[in-house]
């Protein structure tokens, strides 16, 4: 079960993370009005196919990938990962995508919209999960690079 993978993610690099199994988080809005919080505090998980590897952006829940900006970053076009896909490359299941627990070695992308916030929820390996994350945290949880792909509205 792809929540037990990572809550041992968790155990195994010894953080302290209370991974919670809700209601109905399967989307940016539904999860926030399941945790209380706004849907910019749901951190979202996506998986895209570059030319040749795979790579994980986490973003505010309440932002859209800038076509323009990400294609700068990563020099290709965004194309996101068939749900088979991020199941075959995560281990999780499209709605518990996060960067924790993960089946294949990824790089991983934090979008800085992440930084107007200081907890984050991203999901827990599964569209039911979610776990706490203190945004000055991320990034020592799980090495990353921050980003800027993101739509400014």
């Not at 706004?38 to 859209?64: C, H, N, Q, W």
């Not at 995560?90 to 990824?106: A, E, F, N, Q």
């Amino acid at each position: 079960m792809s929540v037990e993978a990572v809550k041992r993610f968790f155990e195994e690099n010894n953080i302290d993370a209370d991974v919670k199994v809700l209601g109905d988080t399967s989307t940016v809005e539904k999860a926030a009005n399941e945790i209380g919080v706004t849907p910019g505090e749901i951190a979202k998980s996506m998986l895209f196919k570059l030319k040749d590897r795979y790579v994980m952006v986490i973003s505010a829940g309440d932002k859209k990938i800038d076509n323009r900006k990400f294609k700068d970053t990563f020099h290709c076009k965004a194309k996101m990962a068939t749900p088979e896909e991020v199941l075959e490359i995560t281990g999780h299941p499209v709605g518990g995508v996060c960067p924790y627990g993960l089946k294949t070695d990824i790089d991983i992308y934090y979008d800085i919209s992440l930084k107007n916030y200081e907890l984050v929820y991203p999901a827990a390996g599964d569209v039911n999960a979610a776990v706490a994350v203190n945004v000055d945290d991320m990034d020592k949880i799980v090495k990353g690079e921050w980003v800027d792909v993101c739509q400014k509205n």
